[in-house]
């Protein structure tokens, strides 16, 4: 007999709560099951069948029978915790397609709006005077300023192929380390970790890595493939599955005829090489943000339309890029291709406006 290496305990009084963060379950323990707990947690091997608290505790999960390899982890529990409890967070449902998806969200707002927005900031209470900016005057004209206006989030696509000189481009200055800084000089970077990317790097360590999901893309064939920034190429992993794209990202099924995506990974044993306080596990995500919205911005100059999103269905996702139970994890998600630049997919559109038209 074990104790699930996956729970942790918070003392609410009167009782002990024990949470289970793997699989997303909560108990509230009383004295009379803390005590028999805190017996088994100092030696496994006094469970016994014929006690019904012990079988109670087996079944929930709490102790366990199967010998489980513990994960690799190189910070403190606490982001342990974190990472894994935010982990494949069961839905109540995925749903199956559009309508239900439209349905669903459509539901899901009508219940957000329907209790109170927060607060607004500190800042826009009117306490202070103001000190009115100059309008930008430098940017506007400029391609710069353009991309940054016309980059929007799209939830229609056509479906249309993307080319791969469009794809090399996107994912060179998206995540590529850049051949126009090979010869930037700087004595204190340790001996393999020069290379830079368009986007800043926590710790220079380019902690970040990128698979594409080619759907429609010309001359390559559809399935996941890993991007090697260093030689600017990629590496067949595995074949697209039989499921819509939509159901690995928690239903959002408007998105599966999109032609190009690509997940963000980060390998975390690299932060927590150099970087020891779980802290760093903050960073990963900034960098992630960073090359999603460089990836927005070069490909809205290649007059593609994108979308993103963080609702991944994790352990499916791994599964198929070949990183399962591995310090390297997903992300986020950003993709692009032709859109007819709606913010929403025309079934959602329809379920508004009849919705709208019984009230
Ligand atoms: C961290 C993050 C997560 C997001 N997740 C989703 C998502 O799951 N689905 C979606 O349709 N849009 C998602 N979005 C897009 C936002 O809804 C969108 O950026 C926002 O409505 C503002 O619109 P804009 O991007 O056109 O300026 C996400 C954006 C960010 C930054």
Redesign the pocket.
């Known amino acids: 007999m074990q104790i699930n290496p996956y729970i942790f305990i918070l003392p609410r009084t009167p009782d002990q709560i024990v949470w289970d963060y793997k699989n997303h379950k909560q108990f509230e323990l009383n004295f009379e099951y803390s005590t028999r707990l805190a017996h088994l947690i100092d030696n496994p091997e006094k469970f016994d069948d014929n006690n019904i608290i012990d079988t109670q505790l087996l079944n929930a999960g709490i102790l366990t029978t199967s010998i489980q390899a513990p994960l690799e982890w190189g910070w403190d529990e606490l982001s342990k915790i974190f990472h894994i409890g935010t982990k494949n967070i069961p839905c109540e449902y995925v749903p199956q397609d559009i309508n239900e998806w439209s349905r669903h969200y459509l539901d899901h707002c009508a219940e957000v709006l329907a209790t109170p927005a927060p607060e607004a900031r500190l800042t826009e209470r009117p306490t202070s005077e103001r000190i009115a900016l100059p309008p930008p005057s430098c940017l506007p004209q400029s391609a710069l300023a353009k991309i940054l206006i016309d980059r929007?989030?799209c939830?229609s696509f056509t479906g249309e192929g993307v080319s791969l000189d469009d794809v090399g481009t996107l994912i060179y200055f998206s995540l590529g380390y850049l051949r126009e800084r090979d010869n930037d000089i700087d004595e204190t970077i340790a001996e393999g970790l020069g290379a830079r990317r368009s986007s800043p790097s926590g710790g220079g360590l380019n902690a970040c890595e990128g698979f594409l999901h080619v759907q429609n893309v010309s001359g390559l064939n559809p399935g996941l493939y890993a991007y090697h920034p260093d030689e600017h190429a990629l590496s067949f992993v595995n074949p697209v599955p039989d499921s819509p794209l939509g159901q690995l990202l928690c239903g959002?099924h408007f998105i599966n005829n999109l032609p190009v995506g690509l997940f963000i990974t980060a390998r975390f044993d690299k932060l927590w090489w150099k970087y020891e306080h779980s802290r760093a596990y903050r960073m990963a995500y900034v960098e992630a943000g960073h090359i999603s919205q460089t990836f927005q911005l070069v490909a809205t100059a290649l007059g593609l339309s994108t979308?993103?999103?963080?609702?991944l269905a994790d352990d499916q996702i791994e599964t198929l890029l070949g990183i399962e139970d591995s310090a390297e994890q997903p992300l986020f998600f950003v993709g692009c291709g032709q859109s007819d630049g709606q913010?929403m997919c025309k079934e959602l559109k329809a379920l508004l406006s009849s919705r709208g038209s019984q009230q």
């Open positions: 929007k989030t939830r959002q979308w993103l999103t963080g609702a913010v």
